[in-house]
């Protein structure tokens, strides 16, 4: 996938008030399944809200933190 249409499914959920966070990040995870990561969603008890941490490699050095409303 090219990265302006990675882009553009980035940017084409709603994620205002965490509309379609799960949603976003359910497509974030099969995407980097595709590539060998391994990924794993950690849920908030009393939002709902998922995380999701993705690791290529044993022993990875590199992380990168971000949120789904930026």
Request: net charge positive; charged share 30%; with cysteine.
């Given at each position: ?5 990675i882009l553009?499914?980035l940017v084409?959920?709603n994620?205002?008030?965490?509309s379609q ?8 995870e099969e995407?980097l399944l595709?590539?060998g990561?391994?990924c ?8 709902k ?11 990875p050095?590199?992380?990168f933190?971000g949120?789904?409303d930026?």
């Open positions: 996938m090219e990265v302006i249409k553009k499914k084409s959920y994620t205002i008030e965490d966070n799960n949603e976003l990040i359910q497509w974030i995407y595709k590539y990561f391994k794993k969603k950690i849920t908030e008890r009393n939002t809200k998922k995380c999701l941490i993705a690791q290529l490699g044993k022993n050095i590199l992380a933190s949120h789904l930026t």
